[in-house]
């Protein structure tokens, strides 16, 4: 079992940025086992993909509507998942949620039908 812990959610401005982490535990969880990933859902909307790290390769896939604006990383030796987030608009808000999957191809990485643990969600709101 692998448990998925997110934090730093909040209000900013437009403009702003926000840091969100996600812890993960569970005696099997690696980054190298383990793809992880950002998704995100606002009210009446489908989950929408944010971006993601690759167990086998390390690679990186972002969505375009946060390219340049939103960083995916991860602290191995803390086994936390980082996004952090700059030039926040009204639309970033969502509440974000991450999830791990382990044996997920790449093909499927953008795809929330693929992960199979997900974290509680944090709520981000950019408002003036």
């Known amino acids: 079992q692998v448990q998925l812990v997110e934090s730093g959610g909040g209000t900013v401005h437009p403009g702003g940025s926000l840091r969100l982490s996600c812890t993960a535990s569970?005696?099997?969880?690696?980054?190298?086992?383990?793809?992880v990933a950002w998704f995100r859902q606002a009210p009446g909307k489908e989950r929408e993909f944010v971006a993601a790290?690759?167990?086998?390769?390390?690679?990186?896939p972002i969505a375009n509507s946060v390219k340049g604006r939103f960083t995916i990383a991860k602290d191995s030796a803390k086994n936390t998942l980082i996004l952090q987030m700059s030039s926040l608009k009204p639309e970033d808000t969502a509440v974000y949620y991450c999830?791990?999957?382990?044996?997920?191809?790449?093909?499927?990485?953008?795809?929330?039908?693929?992960?199979?643990?997900w974290g509680q969600g944090t709520q981000v709101t950019v408002s003036s």
């Open positions: 999830a791990a999957a382990r044996g997920i191809i790449m093909s499927q990485l953008r795809f929330h039908s693929g992960y199979n643990y």
């Open positions: 790290i690759s167990q086998r390769t390390g690679s990186s």
């Open positions: 569970g005696s099997e969880f690696s980054f190298i086992r383990y793809a």
